[in-house]
C-alpha cells in the first residue's frame, strides 16, 4: 500500500486523491495530521473562520493521525506526530510513503520512520529555486535538506522551477517523475460555463462597467502577494482601450489599506455599498469566495493578475483561471511562471515592473478573443499524468520488492 501523509486536506489535493482512487490501480490511503478547513477554522492570513464547501473527505481513503495538541499546519513544530510511525507503517503493510514537502516536523518524522518501516520514500513538494538565500542560511538548508533528499527514492516535480531545485541538490533525473501542479480541471470549465451567460448581470451586480477591461486579483490580502501593485498598474497605465476596473476577490491584513487606494464601487463585507473617497481606481472587493462561488470572478474578469513575489511557490489560481477560460499575467518570481506563463495568451513580467504589468495589460486588452484556447493549454497540467507517474512507480516498487 502507499501511504500518502498530509497536513491536512488541501483543497488542490482532494480531486487528486479521489482521481488515484478512481483510477483504483494503486491501493493507498491519505494520512492527515489534522482536519483544518475540512471543518470549521480559523484561517490565520484570511483573519476569519471557514470550511472549504466542497466534500473534503470523501472519494478516496483517509485516517485522522494521532498529532501533539492543538496541531496546526502553520506551525512547523506544533505539526507532528505524538506516536511513532513505523509501528502503524508496518501494520498497513505500507510499501511507500509519499510526504508534501519538509514545512513541518511532521514530515521530517515521517521521512525517518518510513526507512525504519523499509518502505519508499516520495517526495512531492511545492518549493522552486527562485528565491535568494541569505548566506549564513545556505550551509543550514544544505545540509538540512541534503539529509533528507538522500532519503528520497522519488521526487513527484510539480514544474520546472521545482525540478531545477532538486537537480540544484544533484538528485538525478531517473529519481525524478513529473507530477504536474493541477486543479479539477473540469470543475472549474464547468462551473464557468454554467455562469457565463450570466456574465453581464455578474458584473453588473459587481459594479463593472460594460464596457470596462475588468482585472482580477485572487488571493489573500498579506504582502507577499503584492496586491497593491494592480492599483499602481491601474493609476500609470495610461490611455487603453477600455477603462480599468479592478476586481478583488479574497480577504486579508491588507483590506483596509487597499480599499482606501481605490474608488470602491462595491464592496461585499459592506453589505455592497460604496465605501471610501472617490479616488484611484474604479474596484470591486467581492470579499473571500470559496470554492463553488470563485468561478463568478473568473467569468466577470477579462484577465488574472498575478502580482506575488518568491512566497508564491506556484500560484494555482493561474490554473484555476484558465481552467476557467481567463488569461493571465504572472509574475516571474511565481513558481508557475516557468511552466504556465508561455501557455495560450498568457503573460510573464518581471517582478514589480509595473510599466511592463502595464504594458502586458494593454497587449491583452488589444488580442481578440484572448481567453481562446486558455482550458486546452493545460492538457499538460492535469491530475491524470499525476495519477499515470503514481501507478508507474508504485508498479516499480512492487516488482523490486
Known sequence: MLVIISTHPIQYQVPLWQAIARDGRVPFEVWYMTHHAATLSRDREFGKDFAWDIDMLQ?????????????APTSFLGCRFAEPLAPMLAKAGARAVWIQGWQVLGYWQAALHAKRAGCELWLR?????????AWWKRPIKRLALGWLFSRVDRFLCVGESNARLYRAYRVPDWRLSRAPYAVDNERFRAQAERLRPNRGRLRSEWGIADDAFCVLFCGKFVPKKRPFTLVEAANRVGPTAAPLHLLFAGSGELGDELRRSCQVVFDAEAGGMQRGDAVGPRATFAGFLNQTEISRAYVAADCLLLPSDFGETWGLVANEAMASGLPCIISDRCGCAA???????????????VAAMCQ??????????????QFAALQNYAFSLTVESVEKLYSLETAAS
Open 360 to 373: 502586458a495589460i494593454s497587449r491583452l486588452q488589444a488580442v481578440e478573443n484572448a481567453s481562446e484556447g
Open 59 to 71: 472519494g478516496y481513503p483517509s485516517r485522522l493521525l494521532p498529532v501533539v495538541a492543538d496541531a
Open 339 to 353: 511552466d504556465l506563463g508561455g501557455l495560450a495568451a498568457n503573460q510573464v513580467f518581471p517582478f514589480g515592473n
Open 125 to 133: 513538494g511545492e518549493s522552486n529555486n527562485l528565491a535568494p538565500i
